[in-house]
């Protein structure tokens, strides 16, 4: 009887290690959370929109702590909240470099959200290889932590606004450079981003 239980406990131990290895994990906001040119998070407002990212050792959802954005987005106003490369912040960077990360394992990006049934839609941008920033909406309608798991394929470009580099190509070029939150107008309130990761194929 304790064969089988010992065997039974490995093999479940073998398939969630399976599964574990479908996710490559490349931002967990741990250590030190702060904005400027030295600091670690690339985030500002415009247009009466206001935003503060700290770092959340309360509400977490691995490891140390979590990425806090307090806003208030209001119509007519924008913010983004950014990590990467290739940003006016020069110590924003991944767990892992872009360039070597091996993307077409990958079919997804995903990230955990902790709601507070605010009904506030949040945008999750991705710059590609072409500086083409690509856009996946996610709705806060629920509470507690969740993960967002955003396709590849079901990304759009922004209409809205491209920087002047973007080639404007219609097309998602791999590698992904940077990503960045950006709460929409009108919202206001508080919400915890965890544990950015990309999703096997």
């Known amino acids: 009887m304790k064969k089988i239980l010992f065997s039974a406990l490995a093999v479940l131990t073998a398939i969630s290690a399976c599964f574990a290895a479908e996710a490559l994990l490349i931002d967990d906001f741990e250590g030190a959370i702060s904005g400027g040119p030295s600091g670690t998070v690339d985030f500002g407002t415009g247009n009466g929109s206001t935003l503060q990212v700290s770092a959340s050792t309360d509400i977490k959802q691995s490891g140390n702590q979590s990425i806090k954005a307090d806003f208030d987005a209001v119509e007519g106003g924008y913010m983004w909240a950014a990590r990467g490369k290739g940003l006016d912040t020069k110590n924003a960077g991944w767990i892992l470099k872009p360039e070597d990360i091996l993307w077409d394992k990958y079919n997804a990006i995903s990230f955990y959200i902790y709601g507070t049934g605010s009904n506030a839609e949040v945008a999750f941008d991705i710059k590609d290889n072409g500086n083409e920033i690509w856009r996946f909406l996610v709705k806060d309608d629920f509470k507690g932590w969740k993960q967002a798991v955003c396709a590849f394929n079901e990304f759009f470009a922004r209409d809205d606004w491209q920087p002047d580099s973007a080639d404007k190509n219609g097309q998602l070029d791999f590698p992904i450079k940077n990503f960045q ?21």
């Open 181 to 201: 939150f950006e709460p929409r107008p009108p919202s206001k309130g508080t919400l915890y981003f965890d544990a950015v990761a990309l999703i096997e194929k």
